[in-house]
């Protein structure tokens, strides 16, 4: 089984950084995912880790401690259309399947 | 845009009735995986289809089933509908075979509401 653990809720300043973090107990590990739901609307793919380091994509980078069971979202120079829920989701290794299994999301809230 | 697409957008049953949602894959995407994502949570893995056959599920019960067509289009059926399986239904299609990372792209889903 997986447990995937991130802050529910997170608050930000327009043009700032915000460290969004994940943590996972797993009983395999094929890939970590990050995706943005905008309330109301369906996830869209951020970034895919699978090895080890910082994966860098514009204003996004994600990085994963495979050893650590941990991943973040790094946003910078946050704007207002930021604001939205960020979902980590963990492939597991097993089987033919490729079912993601995701966190319960972080609600991030960018002010002026 | 993934050029995944749902239907219906929304929809109200009654408990005990059946329902069936309906999904159109990325072009070239052979496989298409179903989640039940309630409010306030994350997305909840249903089952995955590939090549018309069912190759893994979560843990929902078998009134949850699906169907994938040649054209890699696929349904989910729900069975005796309940209160609790008020939902959105999000499908997302990927490509199994060469491509590594077999990201999942979703479709817009559907809202349905049971009562």
């Known amino acids: 089984g997986q447990n995937i653990d991130q802050p529910t809720e997170m608050t930000a300043t327009e043009g700032a950084i915000v460290q969004i973090n994940c943590t996972y107990q797993t009983s395999g590990f094929n890939g970590l995912f990050w995706y943005q739901q905008h309330a109301g609307e369906a996830p869209t793919f951020l970034s895919y880790?699978?090895?080890?380091g910082l994966e860098e994509k514009g204003r996004f980078s994600s990085f994963l401690s495979r050893s650590k069971g941990y991943s973040y979202l790094l946003l910078k120079e946050l704007q207002m259309k930021d604001s939205a829920s960020y979902l980590c989701a963990v492939r597991d290794s097993g089987g033919g399947a490729d079912g993601l299994t995701f966190g319960k999301g972080t609600h991030l809230i960018i002010q002026p | 845009e993934t050029g995944v697409t749902q239907s219906p957008t929304h929809l109200i049953k009654t408990r005990g009735q059946q329902v069936t949602l309906r999904c159109s894959s990325q072009?070239?995407?052979?496989?298409v995986s179903w989640y039940q994502q309630a409010l306030g949570q994350g997305p909840q893995f249903i089952f995955q289809?590939?090549?018309?056959?069912?190759?893994g599920r979560g843990n929902f019960p078998p009134r949850f089933s699906g169907l994938q067509f040649p054209n890699y289009s696929s349904e989910l059926n729900v069975n005796a509908l309940e209160l609790d399986d008020s939902a959105l239904y999000l499908c997302?299609?990927?490509?199994?075979?060469?491509?590594?990372?077999?990201?999942?792209?979703f479709g817009p889903g559907t809202r349905l509401l049971v009562l």
């Open positions: 072009s070239g995407h052979n496989t």
């Open positions: 997302a299609s990927s490509l199994a075979g060469w491509e590594v990372s077999k990201t999942q792209y």
């Open positions: 880790n699978v090895l080890d």
């Open positions: 289809y590939y090549r018309e056959e069912e190759n």
